[in-house]
């Protein structure tokens, strides 16, 4: 395996773990009930903070989907 094998193994790895629930409640059926997903949730954190710090809602959110993808990327390596 390559080292860019390796990179995007990595990438589908981590977006994949992305989507797992970030507070998970199990109800006694076996699966979580609804809730944020990990993305969503540390998106709305960083989103908050660059509207904290005078970004506008717009470019926030842009910022905040990419630096939680790259978040994602480097937290799943091992």
Do not use: C
Request: proline content about 4%; glycine content about 8%.
């Amino acid at each position: 395996m390559t080292q860019d094998d390796a990179n995007k193994l990595n990438r589908t790895q981590a977006l994949e773990s992305g989507r797992e629930k970030a507070f998970p409640l199990y109800t006694g059926s076996g699966f979580p009930s609804t809730g944020l997903t990990k993305r969503e949730y540390i998106a709305t954190q960083l989103m908050s903070a660059l509207i904290t710090h005078g970004y506008s809602p717009e470019g926030s959110a842009e910022r905040a989907v990419q630096a939680t993808e790259l978040l994602l990327i480097e937290l799943n390596k091992k």
